[in-house]
């Protein structure tokens, strides 16, 4: 069962998109945790309850997505931010300075 929970709180809801299937009481929610109990179970690894779920569901289900394709935007976009960010605070207190 703890096995169970821990991969169930690394699982996103997809009706309630901000929690994980351990936290939603959505319908839907409850239906992915029996499923994940089941397969934990069955005896299937972590991993391949989480490629189940990501070939049903999509790279979105994982709170932790892969660093390819959309995924590795979301890991570039903050990065890409905070440089934009440094850059703008450069070149306002820059001026200031002169």
Same mark, same amino acid.
């Given at each position: 069962? =703890?096995?169970?929970?821990? +991969?169930?709180? =690394?699982?996103?809801? &997809? /009706?309630?998109?901000?929690?994980?299937?351990?936290?939603?009481?959505?319908?839907?929610?409850?239906?992915?945790?029996?499923?994940? $109990? /089941? $397969?934990?179970?069955?005896?299937?690894? =972590? @991993?391949?309850?989480?490629?189940? +779920? *990501?070939?049903?569901?999509?790279?979105? &289900? !994982?709170? !932790?997505?892969?660093?390819?394709?959309?995924?590795?935007?979301?890991?570039?976009?903050?990065? +890409?931010?905070? @440089?934009? @960010?440094?850059? +703008?605070?450069? *070149? %306002?207190?820059? %001026? @200031?300075? *002169?």
């Amino acid at each position: 069962e =703890n096995r169970a929970i821990s +991969l169930m709180e =690394n699982l996103r809801c &997809i /009706q309630c998109q901000g929690q994980s299937i351990h936290d939603s009481d959505a319908p839907i929610a409850a239906a992915m945790r029996h499923e994940v $109990r /089941q $397969r934990v179970a069955a005896g299937q690894s =972590n @991993a391949e309850i989480e490629d189940w +779920l *990501k070939r049903r569901y999509g790279d979105w &289900i !994982s709170f !932790s997505p892969p660093a390819r394709g959309i995924g590795l935007m979301l890991w570039i976009m903050p990065l +890409l931010f905070l @440089a934009g @960010a440094l850059l +703008l605070a450069r *070149k %306002r207190f820059g %001026r @200031a300075e *002169k």
